[in-house]
């Protein structure tokens, strides 16, 4: 396919230690001898999840997103906790977000939502057959559950109203790939 073109590392330094990641400048070579500074965040894994209904509707959230100063329409998602399995974590959040439990849960794909800088491996998943279900979210999340229908799915990807990359790339797979089609 193509030829691999690596840096090596010449030294690692970590100058930032938190919760769910860690800031890494790494001092490499390029593969044409010079020297460059790589900043890396170390962040924890994660599952998003694309909950849809018997009816084909699915389930979003709304949530207020500091870091980027506007409120968001995201799949729910969540960080896997410690040696937890992806699809129980996808479980949990599920219940946690929108209080739901999938009997069937299906893993779609695994993508890095910023390779460029962030090691977040976040795997994708489907549940279906869901069924109310709470666990008690976390309590720095003010979360509003918000249904879309099928149809309208198209028109969210193609407007500019998701600006969430999990949510696109699952709901983009959901419209090609989905039951129902």
Known sequence: MFESVREQTLAQRTVYTG?????????VTLPSGKRAIREVVEHSP???ILPVLDDGTVLLIRQHRYAV???????PAGIVEGDEPFDEAARRELQEEVGYYPEHLREIG?????????TELMALFVATGL????????DDEYI???PVARGEIPAL?????????????????????GEGR
């Open 131 to 138: 069924r109310p279900s709470k666990l008690q979210e976390d």
């Open 110 to 118: 695994r993508i890095y939502n910023s390779p460029g800088f962030s």
């Open 157 to 177: 990807l193609a407007g500019g109203t998701l600006r969430d990359a999990k949510t696109f790339a699952a709901l983009s797979w959901w419209i090609a790939f």
């Open 19 to 27: 919760r769910i990641l860690n800031l890494r400048v790494d001092d």
């Open 69 to 75: 100063g506007e409120d968001m329409l995201e799949i």
């Open 46 to 48: 994660a599952v998003g």
């Open 144 to 146: 509003s559950v918000v």
